[in-house]
C-alpha cells in the first residue's frame, strides 16, 4: 500500500476513516426469527449441513460457515439462502462430466485444459482425463438448490438467517 | 602437421559456439542448435527448423532435467543457448548459467534490488541479450547491466532512469550491431517513456528516442497542456529488427493517466505505438498508433513481428501485431502504412478499423466513477506473451483472453514516483474470462483455427518445422498443438503456472524444449 504521509491533510484523514468506519456492520442489531430453530432447519428440513460445514461439522462441498456471521452481511446472507446464483464464486461452479457409458459425474471441482477432477454431492472424487470423457463443461451455476423461498415458510427463512448470523467462529459471542 | 591443423580447427569451433557475433545474430535462424536473441531471430519468429519432435514423434517428449531456481515470483524468462549451456533471468535481479546436459548452476548473478521500489506488476524480467561473450540484461530498478558470459562476473552496469520516479525495467535487451537497445516499464507512475541504445563495450549510452512527444516537438500538439510531462509510453518488452532496412520496430505502451483521458487530451502520441527507428540514430522513422488517447490500458508492447508476405497481390515487407485492444494488424514496414485489420477476440470498444487504421470507437465507453464494462479487459484480447510465425504453415500464432472488465476513473493528482492511473478495473464474476490459442493467416487476418482453454492466457508460443506449436497456461501444461489443425497432441503437467515462451535447441545433436514453469527451468527431449 502506498504511504499517504505528507499527501493527505489532517482533515482528509479523518474523512477516510469516517468513511471505513461507516462500512462497519450496523444491520445484526434487530435481527427477526429464532437462532435455534433456524440451527434445526440447518440440519434437518433445510439439508444445508449435507453441503455445507459449521464448527468443524457437516459437507465439504460448499463454503465453510464457521465465521460466516462475521464476514457477511444480512443482505448477502438472505441473498444466498434465496437466490444462490447470484453471486457464485467460480470455484462452486457446477462441473458435469459425461463418461463415454453415458453416466454422469455432478459436483463442484477443478477442470483445467486436459484433466477434471469433480466431488459430487455425496462426496466421492473423481478425477478424469477429459479426453476419456464424451464431454465436460463448467457451467456458473450453483448446485445449492434455488427454491428455498418455496420450500422454507418465510418465518423459517428467518430462522435460518438468524442462525447464520450467530456463526461467528468458535468461541464467538453475539 | 594436418592433426595440428584440425586440432586448432576445432577448437576455433568450440571457440565460435561460445561467443556470439554480429553475424550469428543475422544468422540465427541458420542456426537451429542454439537459441541466440529473444525471439530466435531478428524479424521474432519465434521458429525453429528443427525436426525431430514432430507430429509424429511428440508423443515420446519427456522431461530431461528441472532447475529449481529458488527464487520467488513469477519466471517470464525466455532463456539463450550457446557455448553448451543456458542462461535464463529470473525476478528480483537474479540470473543463471545452467550446464546444458543436467542443469546443474554454473553461476547465479544476483543483486539486491533498492527497498521501497514502486512499481505496476512485481520484479519479473524476461532474459537476456548476448553479444560476443558477454551477457546484457535489464535490473528492475531501471539499470542495464552487462556480464561475463562465462562467469557471471558484472562488467559494467548503467543507470537509465531514476527508480525514485517510478522508472524500472523489465524486458530483454535487443543487440542490434553493437549496440545493446533497451526499453523501461513504469508508465503507471506518471514517468516519460524511451528506447535507448547503448555501446556494448562501454556501456555509454548512444542514443534515446522518447516516446512521449513533449510539447514543441512534432507530436507535441497531441497532448493538452502540459500533461505529456507525465505521458507514460513505456517500452517494456522486447522489439525486432530489419538488418536490411536498418529499422528497430518496438512497441509503446498506455498514456498516463492510463484511465482518465480528461487530463490529456488529443491522441497523446507515441503512446500504443508501433515506432520504426534508425538502428544507428534512433530517429523516428515512421509511426503507427493503434488506439489513439487510450482509456483502458491497453498497451501496443506486443511482439512486431517481420514477415514477407503477399497481400492482395503485392509482395509486402509487413510487420504484424496481435494488439491488445482486440485487433490483429499487418502494416508495411517500410513506411507503416496501414494494410488490414482484423477482431480476434469479443471487441465492443470500437466498431471496425477505418482504410487508414484508425479505430471508429463507439462512444460513452471511457472509464467512468459508476463502472462502465468494456470488451476486451484490461488486460487486452492479446498481452505481452511472446508470438511465433512459421514459414511452414505461413500462420502467425498467439493467446488470447477472451472477456469484458468494468472500468473505473477518478480525479488523481500526479505525486513523483507515486500510482498514478486514475483508477482501476475489477473482472466480472459472473463472466469469467476465457483463454485460447489462435492461428492466424497475417496477410489476411482470417483466423483460421482457435484452440479453447479453460483460462486466460499466460504464456508464449515456440513454432517448429515439426508442424508443431507449443504454449503453456495459467495451470502449469506445457502443449503441443498441431500447427495446421491446432489439435492438441502431447501435454505435461510441469507443476508451476508458465508465464514465459518456450523454445528449442539442441544437446549432441538431440532436439530440446526448455520453458520455465513456476519458479523451474525444465527441458525435454525424446525417449529413445
Same mark, same amino acid.
Given at each position: 500500500m502506498v504511504a499517504f504521509l505528507g499527501d493527505l491533510k489532517e482533515e482528509d484523514i479523518w474523512r477516510i476513516v469516517a468513511f471505513i468506519r461507516s462500512l462497519?456492520?450496523?444491520?445484526?442489531?434487530d435481527i427477526p426469527g429464532d437462532r435455534a430453530a433456524g440451527e434445526k432447519l440447518f440440519w434437518?428440513?433445510?439439508?444445508?449441513?449435507g453441503c455445507h460445514a459449521g464448527n468443524s461439522k457437516?459437507?465439504?462441498?460448499?463454503?465453510?460457515?464457521?465465521?460466516v456471521g462475521r464476514e457477511r452481511s444480512l443482505a448477502f446472507l438472505r441473498e444466498s439462502v434465496?437466490?444462490?446464483?447470484?453471486d457464485l464464486r467460480p470455484e462452486y461452479a457446477t462441473i458435469t462430466a459425461v463418461l463415454r457409458d453415458g453416466t454422469r459425474v455432478v459436483g463442484v471441482g477443478s477442470l483445467d485444459n486436459f484433466t477434471a477432477q469433480i466431488t459430487d454431492a455425496a462426496g466421492n472424487y473423481y478425477s478424469f482425463s477429459?479426453?476419456?470423457?464424451a464431454s465436460c463443461v463448467r457451467e456458473?451455476?450453483?448446485?445449492?438448490?434455488?427454491n428455498y423461498s418455496q420450500l422454507l415458510k418465510p418465518a423459517e427463512i428467518d430462522d435460518l438467517i438468524s442462525y447464520l448470523v450467530s456463526l461467528r467462529g468458535a468461541g464467538a459471542t453475539r | 602437421m594436418k592433426a595440428a591443423a584440425l586440432f586448432v580447427m576445432l577448437m576455433a569451433a568450440v571457440f565460435a559456439a561460445s561467443t556470439v557475433s554480429e553475424q550469428n545474430l543475422r544468422d540465427a535462424q541458420a542456426?537451429?542448435?542454439?537459441?541466440?536473441t529473444y525471439g530466435k531471430n531478428y524479424l521474432g519468429w519465434?521458429?525453429?527448423?528443427?525436426?525431430?519432435?514432430?507430429t509424429k514423434t511428440v508423443l515420446r517428449l519427456t522431461p530431461q532435467w528441472i532447475h529449481q531456481t529458488g527464487v520467488s515470483g513469477q519466471h517470464e524468462t525466455s532463456p539463450l543457448v550457446f557455448g553448451g549451456k543456458m542462461f535464463v533471468t529470473g525476478p528480483s535481479n537474479n540470473a543463471f548459467a545452467l550446464d546444458?546436459?543436467?542443469? $546443474?548452476?554454473?553461476w547465479h548473478y544476483h543483486k539486491a534490488p533498492p527497498a521501497g521500489l514502486n512499481m505496476?506488476?512485481?520484479?519479473?524480467n524476461r532474459g537476456f541479450a548476448a553479444l560476443g561473450d558477454r551477457l546484457f540484461k535489464l535490473n528492475i530498478e531501471a539499470t542495464l547491466v552487462a556480464l561475463?558470459?562465462?562467469? #557471471?562476473?558484472?562488467?559494467w552496469e548503467r543507470q537509465m532512469?531514476?527508480?525514485?520516479? &517510478?522508472y524500472t525495467a523489465t524486458g530483454a535487451p535487443l543487440v542490434v550491431k553493437n549496440k545493446v537497445v533497451v526499453g523501461m516499464a513504469g508508465a503507471e507512475f506518471g514517468t516519460r517513456g524511451f528506447i535507448d541504445a547503448y555501446d556494448?563495450?562501454? #556501456?555509454?549510452?548512444?542514443w534515446r528516442f522518447n516516446t512521449i512527444a513533449a510539447k514543441?516537438?512534432? *507530436? #507535441?500538439?497531441? +497532448?493538452?497542456?502540459?500533461?505529456?510531462?507525465? &505521458?507514460g509510453g513505456s517500452t517494456w518488452t522486447t522489439g525486432t529488427y530489419d538488418p536490411e532496412l536498418n529499422l528497430i520496430y518496438w512497441g509503446t505502451a498506455n498514456p498516463?493517466?492510463?484511465?482518465?483521458g480528461d487530463v490529456r487530451g488529443g491522441d497523446?502520441?507515441?503512446?500504443?505505438s508501433l515506432v520504426a527507428l534508425d538502428?544507428?540514430? *534512433?530517429?523516428?522513422?515512421w509511426y503507427f498508433q493503434? /488506439?489513439?488517447?487510450?482509456?483502458?490500458? +491497453?498497451?501496443?508492447?506486443?511482439d512486431p513481428v517481420l514477415i514477407d508476405m503477399m497481400v492482395k497481390g503485392r509482395k509486402v515487407k509487413a510487420v504484424v501485431q496481435a494488439n491488445r485492444n482486440g485487433f490483429f494488424y499487418a502494416l508495411?514496414? /517500410?513506411? !507503416?502504412?496501414f494494410l488490414h485489420a482484423a477482431p480476434f477476440t469479443k471487441i465492443t470498444w470500437a466498431k471496425g478499423i477505418d482504410a487508414k487504421g484508425r479505430p471508429i470507437v463507439v462512444p460513452g465507453l471511457d472509464p467512468s466513477e459508476e463502472g462502465t464494462k468494456v470488451c476486451?479487459?484490461? &488486460?487486452?484480447?492479446?498481452?505481452?506473451h511472446p508470438t511465433a510465425y512459421s514459414p511452414q504453415t505461413k500462420l502467425f500464432y498467439f493467446n488470447t483472453t477472451d472477456g469484458c472488465e468494468v472500468f473505473y476513473r477518478n480525479k488523481q493528482a500526479f505525486h513523483e514516483g507515486q500510482w498514478y492511473q486514475a483508477s482501476t478495473e475489477t473482472s466480472i464474476p459472473s463472466e469469467p474470462s476465457a483463454g485460447a490459442v489462435l492461428a492466424v493467416?497475417?496477410?489476411?487476418?482470417?483466423?483460421r483455427w482457435r484452440f479453447d482453454m479453460v483460462t486466460p492466457a499466460s504464456a508464449g508460443m515456440l513454432s517448429t518445422a515439426g508442424g508443431l506449436v507449443f504454449t503453456g497456461d495459467g495451470q502449469g501444461y506445457l502443449l503441443a498443438l498441431?500447427? $495446421?489443425? !491446432?489439435?492438441?497432441?502431447w501435454h505435461f503437467q510441469t507443476g508451476g503456472r508458465i508465464s514465459a515462451p518456450p523454445i528449442t535447441y539442441t544437446l549432441n545433436g538431440k532436439q530440446q524444449i526448455a520453458i520455465a514453469a513456476g519458479t523451474s527451468i525444465v527441458t525435454f527431449a525424446l525417449m529413445p
Open positions: 462497519a456492520r450496523h444491520d445484526i442489531q434437518g428440513k433445510g439439508a444445508c449441513g457437516g459437507g465439504r462441498l460448499g463454503p465453510e460457515l464457521t465465521r434465496l437466490t444462490p446464483n447470484n477429459r479426453s476419456d470423457l456458473l451455476k450453483s448446485l445449492m438448490p434455488d | 542456426d537451429p542448435a542454439n537459441w541466440l519465434r521458429s525453429s527448423d528443427l525436426t525431430e519432435i514432430n546444458l546436459l543436467t542443469g $546443474k548452476e554454473i505496476c506488476c512485481g520484479e519479473q561475463d558470459a562465462r562467469s #557471471g562476473a558484472e562488467l532512469a531514476d527508480h525514485r520516479k &517510478g556494448a563495450a562501454t #556501456g555509454e549510452r548512444v514543441g516537438e512534432p *507530436g #507535441g500538439e497531441t +497532448w493538452a497542456g502540459d500533461s505529456w510531462e507525465h &505521458g498516463g493517466p492510463g484511465l482518465d497523446n502520441l507515441y503512446t500504443d538502428a544507428d540514430t *534512433g530517429k523516428l522513422k493503434f /488506439t489513439p488517447h487510450d482509456t483502458h490500458d +491497453w498497451d501496443a508492447v506486443e508495411d514496414r /517500410t513506411n !507503416g502504412q476486451p479487459g484490461l &488486460g487486452g484480447g492479446h498481452h505481452w493467416d497475417p496477410a489476411t487476418g482470417e483466423t498441431d500447427a $495446421k489443425t !491446432g489439435k492438441p497432441l
